[in-house]
């Protein structure tokens, strides 16, 4: 067991993804590693990187995970050839780290804590550049339900919901938010493939508020702002205990009434790829 903890110590340096899926906690003390490429992009924007987790099941029923800690390679638009854009070439460094907890109130039902530790590159490079951190510090908690359908063998759902509550950062401070997602994964009779759709939602159930150096808060009219997100993947065991996951994923933004600058975005308008690997151990 301290073996198991010290690797998953090691692996923060190599440290994916808040809240780690909707599906079931590790059993008997195990653990896995995830590691993967992200790229997205809209227009002329894109960013791509490398994303690292890792968890470990404590006791049965308590899971404990770093998320979303890497490295991003670059997030900018694109200059054309006498690089007349207008943009610097920027976006690059390291990630912030998430450490979340889940603990299982019964072998369907999760509790899950998420905190964000803003330890990643915040600085913008120029206009048009996307800093790997905006050095938000937040806590994201709510619960998770996960089931195999007796009906269909071979799938199963997980869903989740949760309220996101951002600290203030940069004399801005962002609205409580609601977080809704689930996901539906059928493995296929005939192949050790398993087919997923998954998606997600965000609305912003508070304005957000802006300080410019006054004594009092400006409120930001951005309640009922949304986020839709929906994706599509596969997986494949390379092994017992390594497997391969790739997704594609779309995501929409609409911010509401907004009336002060700066905006505090959710995560945009783009499409992505994913790649990811996961070794258990």
């Known amino acids: 067991m301290f073996k198991k903890i ?30 993967g490429l992200y790229y997205d992009w809209d227009g002329d924007w894109s960013q791509m990187g490398l994303k690292v987790g890792a968890r470990v099941n404590i006791v049965p029923q308590f899971e404990l995970s770093f998320q979303s800690f890497g490295y991003q390679f670059w997030g900018e638009k694109e200059c054309d050839e006498d690089n007349n854009c207008g943009y610097a070439d920027g976006g690059k460094g390291l990630r912030d780290l998430v450490i979340g907890a889940r603990y299982a109130l019964d072998p369907e039902l999760y509790l899950f804590l998420d905190f964000n530790l803003p330890i990643g590159r915040d600085k913008n490079d120029g206009n048009g550049t996307t800093p790997p951190s905006n050095h ?4 994201y908690a709510g619960a998770q339900h996960h089931r195999d359908i007796a009906s269909i063998k071979g799938a199963s759902y997980g869903a989740e919901a949760g309220l996101f509550w951002g600290f203030k950062h940069h004399d801005r401070e ?24 998954g998606g997600q939602f965000w609305f912003r159930l508070f304005a957000s508020e802006y300080n410019n150096g006054t004594k009092k808060d400006k409120e930001m009219h951005d309640d009922w702002s949304h986020q839709w997100k929906f994706w599509v993947g596969a997986s494949v065991p390379l092994s017992d205990d390594i497997s391969i996951k790739g997704t594609i994923i779309a995501r929409s933004q609409d911010l509401k009434n907004k009336s002060y600058e700066p905006e505090i975005v959710m995560e945009g308008d783009a499409l992505g790829v994913t790649l990811e690997m996961e070794f258990k151990f």
């Open 6 to 35: 010290l690797l998953l110590t090691a692996a923060i340096v190599t440290s994916s993804f808040a809240t780690w899926d909707y599906f079931g906690l590790l059993q008997n003390n195990s653990g896995s590693v995830k590691t």
């Open 136 to 139: 938000e510090m937040y806590i």
């Open 174 to 197: 962002r609205g409580l938010e609601l977080r809704l997602g689930g996901e539906f994964d059928f493995t296929l009779p005939s192949a050790p493939v398993t087919l997923l759709v």
